[in-house]
């Protein structure tokens, strides 16, 4: 009797996640006005990923866009096998159903993506960026010179690897990349990795100098088509 009802409770639970699963979002706005319906939460990590912090995913302030979801998650699987050593970390992306999403400006109508830079020690491997409330969960991090923290060193390679990835995989869910905010002097370092030949002219980088130093993460703006925001959050 036992195992029957768990069986039902089983099979109600996948039932309701499934369901939930196949409901699209909706957003409304722009990135710095707006809002997002059915919002999709991105998994708390992967083969080659992770979320930055448990308090954030707990909290619900790793919310997308479906399609952005979508894009994001096949990026990484993408990765799996084209940079197998690599291990990556997302930052902040929004609340489920959008809305201000403070410290930061935009992240409002689920389609902006922070992903923390991949990072070398000093052995050469490939290692999570350490994110603890010591440093903001991340956000704290300095980097300086040609991008080094605490024994540290930007993975310049794996960072245009992923850049490559999250494009390919934009074009192959019909998402657009509309822009892609980091560091302006750290710009010219990418640039001068291998993997990012011919990035600059695929992507658009922001040549503007942001509010706030983006050199721990970089900032993903996706383009997808939104609702007028009629009843504003």
């Known amino acids: 009797m036992k195992n029957t009802f768990r069986l039902s409770l089983l099979a109600l639970l996948l039932f309701f996640k499934t369901a939930n699963a196949v409901e699209q979002s909706r957003c409304f706005g722009s990135p710095d006005n707006g809002r997002l319906e059915n919002g999709w939460q991105l998994p708390s990590s992967g083969e080659n990923y992770s979320g930055y912090s448990y308090v954030g995913v707990m909290t619900g302030r790793n919310y997308v866009h479906s399609k952005v979801y979508e894009v994001v998650v096949d990026a990484y699987s993408m990765l799996e096998t084209k940079a197998r050593s690599k291990v990556y970390v997302y930052g902040e992306t929004g609340f489920r159903e959008g809305g201000k999403f403070k410290p930061h400006k935009t992240h409002q109508n689920g389609l902006s993506v922070d992903f923390f830079v991949p990072v070398l020690d000093a052995e050469g491997s490939s290692v999570k960026l350490p994110t603890s409330v010591l440093n903001k969960l991340g956000y704290g991090i ?49 640039f001068k990795a291998t993997e990012a030949k011919g990035l600059s002219e695929a992507l658009v980088f922001s040549t503007k100098r942001p509010w706030v130093r983006h050199d721990e993460h970089y900032h993903v703006d996706f383009s997808v088509l939104c609702n007028p925001l009629t009843n504003p959050p």
């Open 142 to 190: 300095e980097f300086v010179g040609a991008g080094e923290y605490d024994g540290l060193k930007i993975d310049y390679g794996a960072m245009a690897q992923h850049l490559w990835a999250l494009k390919a995989s934009a074009d192959r869910h019909g998402v657009k990349i509309w822009r892609v905010i980091f560091d302006n002097e750290l710009q010219k370092q990418l």
